[in-house]
Nanobody, 125 residues
Framework: EVHLVESGGGSVQAGGSHRISCTAS????????VAWFRQAPGKEREGVAA???????SYAHSVKGRFTISQDDATNTLALQMNSLKPEDTAAYYC???????????????????WGQGIQVTVSS
């Protein structure tokens, strides 16, 4: 059974850096596409970054150049390095996974089968 568990949530000062992780079990990340989404209160879930099974990465315009998605296939761990954080980055962050490539469909939450429960990242002014 596939399980995704996020870790590393917390409060961060604006302008600072933070790293969150997602540990997967029940599948091998090398054969799956993985992604990070976030959802702020009153807003829809938003795609942040994704990595297809071939290693290709995609980023939301709002985080391009600031966030980096990476994965360690040996440990089935997905990470999101967040730099130059802004208050607008405050949200619950979710990792997601699915078999195969998502291409442009990655930004659609319903395209992903497996989800973590989410962790809160709060960026203070």
């Amino acid at each position: 059974e596939v399980h995704l568990v996020e870790s590393g949530g917390g409060s961060v000062q604006a302008g600072g850096s933070h790293r969150i992780s997602c540990t997967a079990s029940g599948f091998t990340t090398s054969t799956y596409s993985v992604a990070w989404f976030r959802q702020a209160p009153g807003k829809e879930r938003e795609g942040v970054a994704a990595m297809d099974s071939d290693g290709h990465t995609s980023y939301a315009h709002s985080v391009k150049g600031r966030f980096t998605i990476s994965q360690d296939d040996a440990t089935n761990t997905l990470a999101l390095q967040m730099n130059s954080l802004k208050p607008e980055d405050t949200a619950a962050y979710y990792c997601a996974a699915d078999f195969g490539k998502k291409r442009d469909l990655w930004v659609v939450p319903s395209a992903w089968t497996y989800w973590g429960q989410g962790i809160q990242v709060t960026v203070s002014s």
